[in-house]
């Protein structure tokens, strides 16, 4: 088991900034991929961004490329998100997880096991 629990969300004005926090529990955190997903009101959740278990490779999607940045601490068991340059169609809610490594990163809800409880991120124009 993981346990997963997201922080930082809030309010912001449009291009303002934000970073999240994702602290992880149970399970040797370095042993996951980890991702980023966002779910507006009526979408899908939708993959934003996710990071080896290393650290060592990264990939985002491409409305996000250039603004949001994840990292992660596996000393500390915790992956952030640092949003830049926010606009009002990154307003949604933000969910951490967590992902077996396997050959790929992993861009599919499907490949996550774990996923945190969502934190609101709320962008005004």
């Known amino acids: 088991q993981v346990q997963l629990v997201e922080s930082g969300g809030g309010s912001v004005q449009a291009g303002g900034s934000l970073r999240l926090s994702c602290a992880a529990s149970?399970?040797?955190?370095?042993?996951?991929?980890m991702g980023w997903f966002r779910q507006a009101p009526g979408e899908e959740r939708a993959f934003v961004a996710t990071?080896?278990?290393?650290?060592?490779?990264?990939y985002y999607t491409d409305s996000v490329k250039g603004r949001f940045t994840i990292s992660r601490d596996n000393a500390k068991n915790t992956m952030y998100l640092q949003m830049n340059s926010l606009n009002s169609e990154d307003t949604a809610v933000y969910y951490c997880?967590?992902?077996?490594?396997?050959?790929?990163?992993?861009?599919?809800?499907?490949?996550?096991?774990?996923w945190g409880q969502g934190t609101q991120v709320t962008v005004s124009s």
């Open positions: 149970g399970r040797t955190f370095s042993a996951y991929d």
């Open positions: 997880a967590a992902a077996r490594v396997s050959g790929s990163l992993a861009t599919q809800r499907m490949r996550y096991d774990y």
């Open positions: 990071i080896r278990w290393s650290g060592g490779r990264t």
